[in-house]
């Protein structure tokens, strides 16, 4: 179906992501830092990205921002356990398809993955 590439510094979280995703025919990469995830950005070309705001070394708002450097169009959602709403009136600017809070049910989330992949980027 879609690669999906999720960028986040909590592992257990990427894996649980994986597992899930992945029996809905996705195949799923993961990154467990900004840096990482945007070189595999760069590599892979994901369908989708699943981006972390806070993380070490390079914080979300910094990868969209090289994402979409990449690529303007990018499909790209937000889904964060502690977002400002400075930090998501950043993330719709940058073009987010979705900005989601972690701890929502993985039916919401698979919602969300379908309607952004139906959907061209919004940058």
Do not use: W, Y
């Amino acid at each position: 179906m879609a690669t999906i590439l999720v960028v986040d510094d909590e592992l257990m979280l990427c894996d649980l992501l994986r597992i899930e995703l992945s029996t809905f025919g996705h195949e799923v990469v993961t990154a467990s830092n900004g840096r990482e995830g945007v070189a595999l950005f760069a590599h892979r070309k994901p369908d989708l990205t699943l981006l972390d705001l806070h993380m070490p070394d390079m914080n979300g708002i910094e990868v969209l921002t090289r994402i979409r450097e990449l690529d303007p169009q990018a499909s790209v959602i937000v889904l964060t356990g502690g977002g400002t709403d400075e930090l998501e009136n950043q993330a719709r600017e940058l073009g987010v398809h979705e900005f989601l809070r972690k701890g929502l049910s993985l039916a919401i989330l698979v919602r969300a993955l379908g309607k952004a992949m139906q959907s061209p980027g919004q940058a």
